[in-house]
């Protein structure tokens, strides 16, 4: 099963000559690196779901809560260690 967690954008910075917009994603503390091409509309403080180190789509906060709380609910929340949602 595959499974997007939504995190907060912090910040986005853009490599030069390739035009490759990267964010750090903020996942409850745990803060990764994910690629934005996908979501080129996203800016820092927008909440996103990434899957594999890509930003899919930006979500509100609500929907982000939403999911935070369904994840509770299924007891994952505490599992999730942010380690497979994007290289490091």
């Given amino acids: 099963m595959c499974l ?8 986005i910075t853009e490599e030069e000559g390739l035009g490759l ?3 750090k994603i903020d996942f409850g503390g745990v803060v990764k ?3 934005l091409a996908y979501t080129p509309e996203a800016s ?3 909440y996103v779901l990434v899957h594999a180190g890509f930003a899919l789509a930006v ?5 982000a809560q939403k999911i935070f709380d369904a994840l ?17």
């Fill in 4 to 11: 997007a967690v939504p995190g907060r954008v912090v910040s």
């Fill in 21 to 23: 917009r990267r964010g």
């Fill in 33 to 35: 690196e994910a690629c």
């Fill in 44 to 46: 820092v403080g927008d």
């Fill in 59 to 63: 979500i509100d906060e609500t929907e």
């Fill in 72 to 88: 509770g609910e299924l007891q994952m929340l505490d599992e999730i260690d942010g380690s497979s949602f994007a290289p490091s």
